[in-house]
């Protein structure tokens, strides 16, 4: 494969930025990542790889490690406030836990591990300008003042987007759907709670998932509704230390072993705080710039799908790359016929099932309690998230490419 006088830049050093990199450089692409963090980032609960993102880590030589990283969760038990159990859901391919779950930091971590000799991973810096040439990008970042040229820039920088935003201006704006939905996530490494995720509900759209992390510790995923009065006041804390207090009283009084979860979430360094929302994009690319994973297509925490979609979708640009090295517009249209399918379904959340995770009375509590005891004993979970897994799409095969 030919390389290209000017570098590629990903903004971004999380799953998709990472993985795209590995991709460009085994195809001869140079590219360096700006990555806004200091470093890379520790927080995340589990994510999930799904279906084809299976093949993709498989094809990246890293599923051995990913294997081994496994949280080793079997499955979630929903309970009530005593810790009572109503239905057990065990781990599978269409499952609320998928057969194979990692950490995202130790995802990020085995992804950096296999790039950090080629690739150049420039921290604590994010471009703030772009100006597109003929035959060029130039970018300006923001920290170190210095303009370069780049023959494309790929926007992996998250939901939150800052390349969405210098390059679809107004478009951007209403691409960000929010879905009404607030998340805090932590780790509690000492705290050891067994192989089985418990999943709580309380009232007011409340819910909690404390899951194992594979290393004898606990993640904890606290998310209400911000769609639903008194708990939308509460999605507008600012510091760390305000969504910590806030979180605390937020969840004072739902039970169980949560006062203990609270407890170690004040002293915890790594509370990860976001607003669920989607991005909805007419066209996933400008010119020479095009966006990747979240960035481009965000499908939120509630499918499931955005780790799976990051991974195939860093594949696939970089495929198409490597197709067209001299017409990125083409590789980026190419790209994003193959895949809008894809991420399409991986987007498609039903209303109903913010609502049947995040109940707001004991009424929709206790049909919450029914359904996942009618669940546990005929294996519903399988019907019920299967419509969302983009499962059966065909995705075109880079094979040939790949080979040598
Ligand atoms: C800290 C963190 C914790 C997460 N925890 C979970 C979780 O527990 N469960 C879950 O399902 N999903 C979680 N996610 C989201 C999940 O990682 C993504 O949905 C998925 O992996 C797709 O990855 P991505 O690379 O597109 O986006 P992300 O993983 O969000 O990565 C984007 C990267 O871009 C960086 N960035 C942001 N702005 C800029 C900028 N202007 N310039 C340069 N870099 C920038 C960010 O620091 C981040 O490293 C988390 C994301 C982050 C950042």
């Given at each position: 494969?030919?390389?290209?006088?000017?570098?590629?830049?990903?903004?971004?050093?999380g799953i998709a930025g990472l993985a795209l990199a590995y991709w460009l450089h085994r195809g001869g692409r140079h590219c360096i990542i700006v990555e806004r963090s200091p470093s890379l980032r520790p927080s995340g609960q589990n994510i999930d790889i799904r279906g084809l993102a299976r093949d993709v880590i498989s094809w990246m030589g890293i599923d051995g490690s990913v294997k081994r990283s496994s949280t080793m969760e079997v499955g979630k038990h929903m309970i009530d406030q005593s810790g009572r159990i109503w239905g057990s859901h065990p781990a599978q391919p269409n499952g609320f836990t998928a057969e194979l779950e990692i950490l995202r930091s130790d995802l990020a971590h085995i992804l950096q591990e296999v790039v950090k000799d080629d690739v150049k991973i420039i921290y604590g810096d994010y471009i703030d300008d772009i100006v597109e040439k003929e035959d060029r990008v130039t970018v300006h970042f923001h920290e170190s003042k210095e303009s370069q040229d780049f023959s494309v820039v790929i926007g992996a920088d998250g939901v939150g987007s800052k390349t969405r935003s210098i390059v679809f201006g107004e478009?951007?704006?209403?691409?960000?759907?929010?879905?009404?939905?607030?998340?805090?996530?932590?780790?509690?490494?000492?705290?050891?709670?067994?192989?089985?995720?418990?999943?709580l509900q309380a009232p007011g759209g409340r819910s909690i998932l404390a899951r194992p992390n594979g290393k004898g510790g606990t993640t904890v995923l606290m998310g209400f509704t911000t769609s639903h009065g008194s708990t939308n006041k509460r999605a507008q804390w600012k510091s760390m230390e305000q969504v910590?207090?806030?979180l605390a009283e937020l969840y004072g009084d739902v039970g169980w072993e949560v006062p203990k979860l609270i407890e170690g979430m004040m002293t915890c360094d790594d509370l990860y705080f976001s607003e669920a929302a989607q991005i909805h994009l007419r066209s996933w690319?400008?010119?020479?710039?095009?966006l990747l994973g979240d960035a481009a297509h965000c499908p939120t925490s509630m499918s499931g799908m955005g780790t799976s979609c990051a991974l195939v979708g860093a594949y696939v640009l970089a495929s198409e790359m490597c197709l067209h090295p001299f017409h990125p517009t083409e590789a980026f249209s190419e790209y994003e016929r193959v895949l809008r399918p894809y991420m399409e379904k991986a987007q498609e959340i039903k209303p109903w099932q913010v609502s049947l995770l995040h109940p707001q009375n004991m009424y929709q509590i206790w049909l919450g309690r029914g359904l996942s005891v009618l669940s546990s004993y005929l294996d519903l979970q399988k019907y019920l998230k299967r419509e969302i897994k983009p499962e059966g799409i065909e995705v075109k095969s880079y094979e040939d490419l790949w080979k040598s």
């Open positions: 494969m030919q390389q290209q006088q000017l570098p590629v830049l990903i903004c971004g050093g478009e951007a704006l209403s691409a960000y759907r929010p879905i009404g939905l607030h998340q805090g996530f932590f780790s509690l490494p000492s705290l050891d709670m067994g192989p089985w995720a418990r999943w910590k207090v806030g690319s400008r010119g020479r710039v095009v």
